[in-house]
């Protein structure tokens, strides 16, 4: 279950800095943040799925990693960012 190409572009177009931006952390931490989200939903629909589940403990690992990168190299910007993005710190 990958992201869909719109959902994707739309992301990259709204955190990038440029157009096919995908290095940049912001951008790879929404991408996770959507992934999170779809993942979510099918693990509440789907709750015996055990490999979603696993899937969403990686990703959320990810992005918790990225964050820490990110709070780490630019603590103002990733306040805004986590406030961005709704998500809890």
Do not use: C, W
């Given at each position: 279950?990958?992201?869909?190409k719109e959902?994707?572009?739309?992301?990259i177009s709204?955190?990038?800095?440029?157009?096919?931006?995908?290095?940049?952390?912001?951008?790879?931490?929404?991408?996770?943040?959507?992934?999170?989200?779809?993942?979510?939903?099918?693990?509440?629909?789907?709750?015996?799925?055990?490999?979603?589940?696993?899937?969403?403990?990686?990703?959320?690992?990810?992005?918790?990693?990225?964050?820490?990168?990110?709070?780490r190299t630019?603590?103002?910007?990733?306040?805004?960012?986590?406030?961005?993005?709704?998500?809890?710190?």
């Open positions: 279950m990958a992201l869909a959902t994707t572009a739309s992301v709204k955190y990038g800095a440029k157009e096919g931006d995908t290095g940049n952390v912001k951008v790879q931490i929404a991408l996770l943040t959507e992934r999170t989200k779809q993942l979510t939903e099918h693990t509440k629909a789907f709750p015996k799925d055990a490999s979603a589940k696993r899937a969403l403990l990686k990703v959320v690992g990810q992005r918790r990693k990225m964050l820490r990168y990110y709070e630019d603590l103002e910007g990733y306040r805004a960012f986590i406030k961005e993005l709704g998500l809890r710190k």
